[in-house]
C-alpha cells in the first residue's frame, strides 16, 4: 500500500470518528432537551404518520399528551409489569433478559431453517404450478427494556441490526443519565404505539374505554399493557379471550412492580 492511499484511509477514518462523535453529542442535546420539552414526535411516529398519509383510506391521528401526575397508576404498574418488571433498578438494559433473547432468536432460527430445507422440493413444485410457498422467517424476540424502546422510537430506525442495537444501548444509558426513571415512563406512555395512528395512554383509554389516563382501572390497564407488543394486532379484538385472560395475569404481578 503507497504512503499516500494510507493517508487517505487515515483521513477517512478520522472523519468517520469524527462523524459518529457528532451524532452522539446531538443525541445527547437532544436527551438533555428532554428535561423540559416534551417531544412533539417520536422517529416512529413520524415512519407511521407518513406510511398512513399515503393509505388509501388515511385514519385520524389520535395522540394528546398528559403529565405523569395525571396518569392513573394503574396502567404505570401494568406496562412496568407486562414489559419490564425490572425498570426501577436496571439501569437502562437487562442483559439476562437480552441474552435469553438472544438465545431464543437462534434456536428460532435453527428451527426455520430446517423447516425450509424439509419443504424445499414441495416449494419447487409449487413454483412450478406457478404458486410459490414463501419460506417461513423465524419469529424475532426483543428482550428490551421500556428505556430501550424508548429509545429505539424516539432516534432510531426500525431495521434490526448489530450498528442500531449498540447504538439503542448507548442511548438508552444516556437516558438513565439524563432524564431518570419517572421521566422516561412519562415520554413511554405518552408516545407508545396503542393501535392504528392511535399513540399515547390518553388517546388508548379514550379509544378502548372512553376515559381519560387518569381514570384507568387495574383490569382496564391491564388489557392496554396486553395490547402493547403486537397494538395493531390486538386493536381488533381488544376484549378477546387470550387479552382478558392475560390481562388477568398481568394485574395479578401489578401489586409486586416499584413505579417511580
Not at 504512503?3 to 462523535?21: E, H, K, M
Not at 404450478?129 to 426483543?142: L, N
Not at 392504528?196 to 389516563?213: C, I, L, N, P
Amino acid at each position: 500500500m503507497s504512503r499516500g492511499v494510507g493517508r487517505s484511509l487515515g483521513r477517512f477514518a478520522g472523519l468517520g470518528v469524527v462523524c459518529f462523535a457528532a451524532l452522539q453529542v446531538g443525541f445527547v442535546l437532544h436527551i438533555v432537551a428532554l428535561l423540559a420539552i416534551d417531544p412533539r414526535s417520536t422517529t416512529f411516529q413520524r415512519s407511521e404518520a407518513w406510511r398512513l398519509a399515503l393509505s388509501p383510506r388515511p385514519l385520524a391521528w389520535q395522540q394528546r399528551w398528559v403529565d405523569y401526575a395525571a396518569i392513573s397508576p394503574n396502567v404505570k404498574r401494568a406496562v412496568v409489569a407486562a414489559e419490564d418488571a425490572g425498570f426501577s433498578e436496571h439501569s437502562g438494559v437487562e442483559w439476562d433478559a437480552l441474552e435469553k433473547a438472544w438465545e431464543r432468536n437462534q434456536r428460532a432460527e435453527a428451527l426455520a431453517e430446517r423447516s425450509n430445507e424439509r419443504t424445499a422440493s414441495e416449494a419447487a413444485r409449487r413454483k412450478a404450478a406457478a404458486d410459490p410457498k414463501p419460506p417461513r422467517a423465524a419469529k424475532v424476540v426483543g428482550g428490551s427494556t421500556i428505556t430501550q424502546q424508548l429509545a429505539k422510537n424516539l432516534f432510531l430506525a426500525g431495521e434490526r441490526n448489530f450498528l442500531r442495537k449498540g447504538q439503542e444501548l448507548v442511548l438508552a444509558y444516556a437516558m438513565e443519565a439524563i432524564l431518570g426513571k419517572q421521566r422516561i415512563l412519562e415520554i413511554y406512555l405518552n408516545s407508545v404505539e396503542w393501535g392504528e395512528g392511535v399513540f399515547g395512554v390518553e388517546a388508548a383509554a379514550r379509544r378502548y374505554f372512553r376515559t381519560g389516563a387518569g381514570a384507568l382501572t387495574a383490569q382496564q390497564s391491564a388489557q392496554l399493557a396486553v395490547m402493547l407488543p403486537a397494538p395493531k394486532r390486538f386493536e381488533k379484538r381488544p376484549g378477546s379471550g387470550y387479552v382478558l385472560g392475560r390481562a388477568s395475569t398481568i394485574a395479578a404481578r401489578m401489586g409486586g412492580v416499584e413505579i417511580p
